[in-house]
């Protein structure tokens, strides 16, 4: 399978502009771990998410098929970058206490991913792929972005979009899966940092790509105009939708259930 690659073109800006992961998603993670040894961080893009990893496990290796997208990653001293498809990873067999896919499942041959997951996690090891879609900061500015993405660019999205809008369950899944506290993250951005996301869409790069002209350039007006001061702070939220599952054990049954706590879970939407 060819990698898809709709992001080595605009790593810098994507490295600049994606939302961070909370500590508490990274926090869940690392207290289902069988150890905490070494983590894979597979699809890495620049890193959002492996230095998170890092102040709970003692090794990450991240991994991302471009290599526009690894020179543009956060260095940390407990972090190794490497070039290396999901689906062929190098790491050893059993070697792994954890795996993250980040905003990247989509992308991969997930059969093939599946059964390399299968033979890299240690028993007892962990599975997490996460994926988040649409913004939240406030009516006005929503209903401004979510015509921006189904409207404007809506025509440029990648199929495999569509995976993410059904939040990855129509994908087949290689463990017993887990029950999971309920993640958002949180940002503070002006406005020049919401176009800035916007932009580093792959439909909106498409966009540009096919007709020469930048489609944010289109909403900018309308979007200043409901955000009012241009370096005024908002609050951006993105729900996160989690996928979780537990490699058995040879003599292992059912896996036990992880319960929200009252301070990382919130409602259903």
Known sequence: MKFKDYFSKHAADYARFRPRYP????????????TRDLAWDCGTGNGQAAGGLAEYFERVIATDASPQQIANAEPHPHVEYRVAPAEASGLGDESVDLILVAQALHWFDVPRFNAE??????????????????????PQIDAIVNHFYHDVVGAYWPPERTIIENGYRDLPFPFPELSLPRFVMEQRWTLDHLLGYLRSWSATQNFIA???????????PELLHAWGERAVERNVIWPLLVRAGRKPKSSEGADLAIHPSPASSMPSP
């Open 23 to 34: 500590a508490a998603f990274f926090d869940a993670m690392a207290k289902i771990a069988p």
């Open 117 to 138: 997951a299968e033979r890299v996690l240690k028993p007892g090891g962990v599975l997490f792929a996460s994926c988040y879609l649409f913004l939240e900061i406030e």
């Open 210 to 220: 096919a007709r020469k002209c930048d489609p944010v350039d289109q909403i900018e």
